[in-house]
Structures are given as structure tokens and as C-alpha cells.
């Protein structure tokens, strides 16, 4: 079983658009994250939750929302896609936040035209 | 500002050793991760320093000095599939983790 799972994984659409990504993690950790990877492949944290409950939100677009319906489910939804929104979206979990150790999903590959 | 710095690119050789380094500038300390991410998938943990000193879990050793703001991951014996990004990452004050931009190592025959 996928640990953390994200779907989809690839995903090409127009600028303008709006779409959404999926994450789900079966460890039972509390916290989840969004990151995203860019061609030059700085990992960014957008956002964090825990419990449901955001605890981080780095300066993004509020064209990006997150929503957790429970602890295991994190999405991201986004708005009015833009070239710069190209990039790998990556969901992670962890234990308690101050733990560090991170369990990616695989990535969403997102590519905007 | 929260800075971490490490080199672009490495090449070594089967076999060889290598040592990949990382300095730090952040806002408090609470730990510093390193992570193994090949080409198109995700980041996987390595290792984790809080104390200074060496941390050995076969092939791979990191070290840590506090006091200099310094880590260096150390993979022995490399093998090909050792080819990869490698990511230091610390943990500041907020518990906020830090990325650097990675390393990408290159292994040749």
C-alpha cells in the first residue's frame, strides 16, 4: 500500500483554468504539507497542516487553496492557472511537526500552456 | 534571512567516496535532515543531526557542528544508483523545515 498517495500525477492544462490536486497518506500522521518544486528545483512549503487545522501558509496566490476535510486528506485546489504555476506539486506527512521527517507522495506534475 | 547553502553538482566515481557539504543560516536550530531524491521521484530521508558529531547508518555518515553551522553527508563505496539529488534541510526555531536547493551527485563508471 502507497503511504502517501497523490493523484493525479500528471496533469497539462490551459492558463485560466482551474484545477485540483488529491492527497491522501495512510500512516496515521498528524501533519500534512504542500510543497512545490520548480525547475530549479528548490523544494517551497506552501502550506501545512495539522489536525486539520492550517498551521502554515507561506506567502503563495490565494488563487491556491487548500482544504482538508479530516487528518488524512489534504487537496489543493487551484484557481486561474498560471505559466509560472508549472511545477511539481509534492504532498508529504509527518508525525508531530517538530519531527522533520517527511514522507513524500510521488508528485503531481503540473504543466500549464 | 534563512540561507542554506550547498553545491550544485558533484561527480565521483564507483567505488570512490564522496562528501557533499551544507552550511547553515537560520533562525534557530532544531535538527538538519538530509534526502535522497533521484530524477523525478520524490525525496526520500537519509539521516537526521540534532547533537554534533557523526551519525553512520551503513554507506551513508553525516556530520554535524553546531557551533560552525556546517553538515556534510559522506557515501562510501558509491554505486550507480547512488546517482542523485541530495537535499539538506534544517529544522529552525519555528519548526519550520528549510530546504537547500540540492546536490546533484553524478556517478561515472
Known amino acids: 500500500d502507497t503511504a502517501v498517495s497523490q493523484t493525479p500525477k500528471y496533469l497539462v492544462t490551459q492558463m485560466g483554468n482551474d484545477k485540483s490536486i488529491k492527497c491522501e497518506q495512510n500512516?496515521?500522521?498528524?501533519?500534512m504539507y504542500w510543497y512545490k518544486q520548480d525547475s530549479k528545483k528548490f523544494l517551497k512549503i506552501m502550506f501545512s497542516y495539522n489536525n486539520k487545522e492550517l498551521i502554515i501558509n507561506e506567502t503563495v496566490p490565494n488563487r491556491f487553496s487548500p482544504k482538508s476535510p479530516d487528518k488524512a486528506h489534504l487537496n489543493l485546489h487551484i484557481n486561474s492557472l498560471e505559466l509560472g504555476d508549472s511545477a511539481v506539486y509534492f504532498c508529504a506527512s509527518s508525525l508531530p511537526v517538530d519531527t522533520g521527517e517527511l514522507f513524500f507522495g510521488e508528485g503531481s506534475r503540473l504543466t500549464v500552456l | 534571512g534563512q540561507n542554506i547553502d550547498q553545491p550544485t553538482e558533484m561527480t565521483a566515481t564507483e567505488g570512490a567516496i564522496v562528501q557533499i557539504n551544507c552550511t547553515y543560516q537560520t533562525s534557530g536550530f532544531n535538527g538538519l535532515f538530509w534526502y535522497q531524491q533521484h530524477a523525478g521521484e520524490a525525496p526520500t530521508f537519509l539521516s537526521y543531526?540534532?547533537l554534533d558529531g557523526l551519525e553512520e547508518k551503513g554507506r551513508f555518515s553525516s556530520f554535524l557542528s553546531r557551533s560552525k553551522g556546517y553538515s556534510y553527508l559522506l557515501l562510501k563505496e558509491l554505486q550507480m544508483k547512488d546517482s542523485a539529488s541530495y537535499l539538506c534541510a534544517v529544522l529552525d526555531s519555528n519548526y519550520q523545515l528549510i530546504w537547500g536547493a540540492g546536490t546533484k551527485l553524478i556517478i561515472k563508471p
Open positions: 500512516l496515521g500522521h498528524d501533519t
Open positions: 543531526n540534532v
